[in-house]
């Protein structure tokens, strides 16, 4: 069992930079694929960034890529998610995600435990 706690969300304006936090309980967080989503008003959840369990290798979605930059640090049982050169379509509820293998998938039903979400807002 894995519980995820979010953090760092806020109110930012276009072009601002955001670092958000996902802090893990239990001594497995390093067996993990971690992954970022978000939820955004009247749409679907969407995925934005995962990590593999070394942390060597990161996907992104094609929105983000250049922009935002997924790490871990395993001994900290935390993974971040660093927003730069934000967008107001970036706004929406975040979300991390934690697999119970080592292999990213970019499909939210794929993902075994979920925190509780934190709202980034972006002002044009």
């Known amino acids: 069992q894995v519980q995820l706690v979010e953090s760092g969300g806020g109110l930012v304006q276009a072009g601002g930079s955001l670092r958000l936090s996902c802090a893990a309980s239990?001594?497995?967080?390093?067996?993990?694929?971690m992954g970022w989503f978000r939820q955004a008003p009247g749409k679907e959840c969407e995925f934005v960034a995962g990590i593999s369990v070394s942390g060597r290798n990161t996907y992104y979605a094609d929105a983000v890529n250049g922009r935002f930059t997924i790490s871990r640090d395993n001994a900290k049982n935390t993974v971040y998610l660093q927003m730069n050169s934000l967008k107001p379509e970036d706004t929406a509820v975040y979300y991390c995600a934690a697999r119970n293998t080592g292999v990213v998938v970019s499909t939210a039903k794929d993902y075994d435990y979920w925190g509780q979400g934190t709202q980034v807002t972006v002002s044009s």
């Open positions: 239990g001594r497995t967080f390093s067996r993990y694929a």
